[in-house]
């Protein structure tokens, strides 16, 4: 089992930038990587950014590239430094982590790849 608890959520005005934390507790070692997923009202629950360890790899979504960063300092802890925030981005921000190990860069971007999810935190970006 893995447990995730994301925190660094608020409100921000557009422009604007917030870290977003996620910690990983428990049997972290078995995931090879860690993803950011958000989800706005009345949408579905979307790709933002992942990280896989191995090769230190990166991948982001259209929509965010270019503004959004995620870093690792460890397995059990992943960040998301999101900077000229624009109000779409305003949604509940979950990190999600699978069971085992994800090959192929496009797994990553799918959610039912991954096993564990955090309970999510909210960022709403006024205009």
């Known amino acids: 089992q893995v447990q995730l608890v994301e925190s660094g959520g608020g409100l921000v005005q557009a422009g604007g930038s917030l870290r977003l934390s996620c910690a990983a507790s428990?049997?972290?070692?078995?995931?090879?990587?860690i993803g950011w997923f958000r989800q706005a009202p009345g949408k579905e629950r979307e790709f933002v950014a992942a990280?896989?360890?191995?090769?230190?790899?990166t991948y982001y979504a259209d929509s965010v590239k270019g503004r959004f960063t995620i870093s690792g300092d460890s397995r059990n802890m992943v960040y998301l430094q999101m900077n000229s925030l624009k109000p779409e981005d305003t949604a509940v921000y979950y990190c999600a982590a699978p069971s085992g190990s994800l090959y192929g860069s496009l797994l990553w971007y799918r959610p039912e790849k991954y096993d564990y999810w955090g309970q999510g935190t909210q960022v709403t970006v006024s205009s």
């Open positions: 990280i896989r360890w191995s090769a230190r790899s």
């Open positions: 428990g049997r972290t070692f078995n995931s090879n990587g």
